[in-house]
């Protein structure tokens, strides 16, 4: 952190050779660059910002070199180039005021640990490459079994480090978890019978064929997460057989309106693969009605699998696990340590009821995997993989579940507080109240909202939709504003309200996942997007032009009905 | 770290939000459990003991609570439990003689990097939370795709960092990458036509009926990894329609039998998808004839996929990537820098050749992904991501070209350095030479192999296989003690020698990529398989008794034919 001038290294075998080796104490040159950097990172996360705007394309010319230099860069040169051009325009996504993903600060603890975690560099495929790191994976999975399904202790002795069973698969993230629960699901549906090997062995087509099914389809909320679209076209059951249902106006999924399509399929001969129960859904926070979902895949006899990615945190909370109510019905739960367990980025679970059901996508190898063996990998969609679950397993001994219920708690009451100051503004407009931490709203002119509301009760849905439109050009123009100006960040999406006669609608969306937001943050949100939206010189005056002129021709209509 | 004796932590929201703030200064708690760390860490990493031997078993009445413990615990603890239970009982993937797996001595500094990462908590889906790391992960996968194919500079200024291209994708690792390459070749294959909306919508039954193939096959050599057949599973193709073909003596794929089963899948109307070459396999290190393969694959008009996940490293060696010649025709490339880039686990990318290969595979939600935006997410097998490709961009920096040169060509001469000293020794048998830095061997006493090679001579299958098998108890009784005794790891597989009438055979198999592994380490390492065969009296007593009574029985049959 020397000089800005780069310096010429070179490389030898015995400086390569150096860089290998531990540094011998505190006063080491990579010791100094070590502590800067701690520093420089502290000050970054202790700053309230929430990102520097700079435009990409301009961030972008610093990463424009497309060959791998020749020469050999100083650690202290390196650091000080990264400060620069990477961190100083990271997204602060600890920030307080940034909550708009699921993303929050992160318990320092996890800093240090992630260190050794990196250093020991373990690799869970194996046991030869990982040892009491796969015992540990294996408790951490188990400790998460425990937490939606809540078997008695003699279950877990049995499984939980059982050569050829699993309780869960540890992966990098939810869409992974996804993937792997509805991959079990299709190939248990098709397993081997008869002469026929399995869809494992002979693929998809010919397993139709034996099975004499037209296709397979999976029943899913509109609020689906995306990553079953994407889980679908790998697994070669094709996106147009994500059969996306209807949501109520809290919404959840309509479970009349998927036995109906259920029963549909059926009489085409293509057959209900699994059911996917949301459990806090990405755009809303809702929650499915899980116990009739399983009612409905016990009727059909398919996987039940839940997606509880972001709203399985939630099952810590003794006070506010009924939500999750029938979550211990499923075969399969998606969980993600990194979203609300405050673990860092790259820790998903699936957790399997029935530690039996991941023999469906079992694969071995010659030189690892061999049968028999306790290789985690043997069962995983991933291979090699780094040791995170050490991170997960820190957080839930160093939390505890009193801790955990603390958070969890604050954050679904703060997500509470922020509808009621939402409700009460009277230029604000709460879209879906919050069922977890995570809500939708949007900025309305309180004429606008009056005027909008006598349009609904009058179900005219032209006028309705002339409105939104401009209101979701109002709503975008606020959210990017407020992300350039940087003090805080909340993101948009779009839903359908049944209110609004299920049309397209933006809105900004809220995630209350950080233990640091303080409600004074939170009006502070709402006090800078009004202060930007009467910088708003297109969509707002449409709109009250689009009020006036509506109203004024009521006012001829009326004259003229009189 | 100062207290044995759990004590009783309690959860309050003020202690809870201690721990989400940054420590002050370097007297703080965490401060100071983070220098302790940071010792244990450089204490275990400095020993060079490959791993402490206790049983699974005994290190899992560790890890057998499965109930998230209700009360925090202090962090210091902590720090202790993990010291002794988990990172005492870690494999030391690190150490100078653990050379049995793809792992090595990681340059120290990507340990402070990692903390960095970690504390930013970056999320590579999207730009709203990664900002600065998508243009360095877009930079990353630039100069990998330049490594490969070398195009001009500007082919990198238009496509590096352009929204709807993309030069690679990130993943967690070589798996990943395969999935995503052979995902992608799907795609494309069946991809929308007149009214057919391609396989990515309709699914693959639909597909093949659309395009009239009963089935589709991919061409790997019999080396190829185990994580195709798990991408055959998933992606709905089936194992059998991996079609393994047999390599030659060299353990490199016959492409004159490739293309002979290529025929007649033809005649059974099968249509091939893709071909895979191997460039460096797992079980042997030989990289598979690419050019040809890329000629064959232009020939049946199919996808060309190279598994580099090791082997591509040596790209980096000027002196020796003609190794790896017709890389640059494939159309994907398989890169884990987490194997001989020195980067920790978890580091893994698919290169494109075409940047317009990703779109079979391009998806888009709402809240993010939206069209054309430069959401990384939009294209890759994996939702969130941590941000990786810093420390990959780190490496690339800090070594930069002549660093891996010097680090490459030593793994590589250190290979065939043990190669040499393998076969001066008596009692050792060189079975596959290293053509990167992968070998495998096993120890043979000299009676033993005269006896071996006089049957391979006179074709005497039965006796050879006879021999070979008490040599594989051997084999597995060297590797498991050498492993037990924790001063060196080497790793064990099964291949199938020409040279033995392609009988599957136990061997050792070593990965030379250390940077500090010496020759006396290698020296010391036949030396104690020497001492340890000694220890066995199983297989060596039963090989001498059939040596002898196979010669006896020679010399009866000489006596009555004289």
């Given at each position: ?12 075998e015995d400086s390569l050779l150096r860089i ?65 051009n990477l961190v100083a325009h990271s997204v ?46 294996r408790q951490v999975l188990g400790m998460m ?418």
């Amino acid at each position: 952190m020397t000089s800005k001038i780069p310096r010429q290294a070179q490389a030898s075998e015995d400086s390569l050779l150096r860089i290998f080796t531990a540094p011998e104490d505190a006063t080491s040159t990579l010791s100094i660059i070590e502590q800067r950097l701690s520093q420089d990172l502290a000050g970054f996360l202790g700053n309230s910002i929430a990102a520097l705007e700079k435009p990409l394309s301009e961030i972008e010319t610093d990463f424009n070199a497309y060959q791998i230099p020749i020469d050999p860069t100083f650690v202290s040169d390196y650091a000080d180039e990264i400060m620069q051009n990477l961190v100083a325009h990271s997204v602060h996504t600890a920030a307080p005021s940034f909550i708009g993903h699921m993303t929050s600060a992160l318990p320092y603890f996890v800093l240090p640990l992630s260190k050794m975690m990196v250093g020991l560099n373990q690799n869970l495929v194996k046991i030869e490459t990982s040892k009491a790191f796969t015992p540990l994976e294996r408790q951490v999975l188990g400790m998460m079994h425990h937490l939606v399904y809540q078997e008695p202790g003699r279950f877990y002795d049995q499984w939980m480090h059982s050569a050829n069973h699993s309780l869960g698969a540890f992966c990098s993230g939810g869409t992974v978890a996804n993937i792997t629960a509805l991959w079990i699901a299709r190939n248990r549906l098709l397993k081997p019978q008869g002469d026929f090997k399995g869809i494992t062995r002979e693929g998809m087509p010919k397993a139709l064929r034996f099975y004499g099914f037209d296709d397979l389809a999976i029943l899913v909320s509109e609020r689906g997460h995306y990553s079953l679209g994407k889980t679908a076209d790998l697994l070669g059951i094709g996106r147009d057989n994500i059969i996306s249902i209807a949501t109520d106006k809290n919404n959840k999924v309509d479970v009349d309106a998927m036995r109906q399509a259920a029963k549909k399929l059926a009489a085409q001969n293509i057959k209900v693969m699994a059911i996917v129960g949301v459990a806090g859904t990405t755009e809303t926070g809702s929650v499915d009605p899980l116990t009739e979902l399983a009612e409905l895949a016990a009727e059909l006899q398919c996987h039940f699998h839940v997606d509880a990615a972001w709203g399985g945190a939630s099952l810590l909370s003794n006070k506010y696990r009924h939500l999750l109510k029938g979550i211990e019905l499923a075969d399969s739960v998606t969980i993600d340590a990194h979203k609300q367990m405050y673990v860092p980025m790259g820790a998903g679970m699936v957790i399997f009821k029935n530690p039996e059901l991941a023999q469906a996508i079992v694969h071995h190898a010659e030189y690892i995997l061999r049968v028999g063996s306790k290789d985690l990998g043997s069962q995983t969609l991933e291979g090699s993989r780094p040791g995170m679950a050490m991170l997960v397993h820190a957080c839930l001994q160093i939390i505890g579940r009193d801790g955990y219920e603390i958070l969890i708690n604050n954050s679904l009451e703060k997500a509470r507080y922020f509808a009621s100051i939402i409700k009460q503004h009277p230029e604000f407009e709460l879209v879906t109240e919050p069922e977890l931490c995570l809500l939708t709203y949007r900025y309305v002119p309180s004429a606008v909202q009056q005027f909008l509301n006598d349009a609904v009760t009058n179900q005219n849905e032209s006028l309705v939709s002339q409105v939104n439109e401009l209101l979701d050009g109002l709503t975008q123009f606020i959210q990017k504003h407020q992300r350039e100006q940087g003090k805080s960040f909340v993101s948009r999406t779009r839903i359908k309200p049944a209110k609004y006669f299920r049309q397209p609608t933006t809105v900004f969306r809220v995630v209350l996942a950080n233990p640091l937001t303080s409600e004074q943050i939170l009006q502070n949100v709402l006090t800078e997007q009004v202060e930007i939206a009467q910088l708003d010189n297109e969509y707002l005056p449409q709109l009250m032009a689009l009020l006036t002129s509506t109203l004024d021709k009521r006012c001829i209509d009326n004259d003229i009905n009189q």
